[in-house]
Nanobody
């Protein structure tokens, strides 16, 4: 089992930045990839949008084109933490950001990820 707890969300003005954190615990040695997904207001029930992923071993990162250059994922294996720096935020980025883990491979599809945190909301005001 893997447990994930996010923090760092809050209210930020357009153009601002926010650093999100995810505490990783449990059987961390079994993790293949950690990722961040987001879900905008009113999109509940729809698939979460992939925004970044990082290999737990090796640190290779993946981003969709929509956030590349604005979001940066990193990890600290010793502290069992995953971070995501978000920059140049826009009101359209308002979402609940969730940390997720998969034990096999890596993918932008939320269905691959078996473990999820509770999410941390980020609201970007114009």
């Amino acid at each position: 089992q893997v447990q994930l707890v996010e923090s760092g969300g809050g209210l930020v003005q357009a153009g601002g930045s926010r650093r999100l954190s995810c505490v990783v615990s449990g059987l961390t040695s079994t993790i293949s990839t950690l990722a961040w997904f987001r879900q905008a207001p009113g999109m509940e029930g729809m698939e979460r949008e992939f925004v970044a992923a990082i290999r737990w071993s090796g640190g290779r990162t993946y981003y969709p084109g929509s956030v590349k250059g604005r979001f940066a994922i990193s990890r600290d294996n010793a502290k069992k933490m995953v971070y995501m720096e978000t920059h140049t935020l826009e009101p359209e980025d308002t979402s609940v950001f969730s940390c997720a883990a998969t034990l096999a491979g890596s993918s932008p599809s939320s269905g691959l990820y078996a473990y999820w945190g509770q999410g941390t909301p980020v609201t970007v005001s114009s």
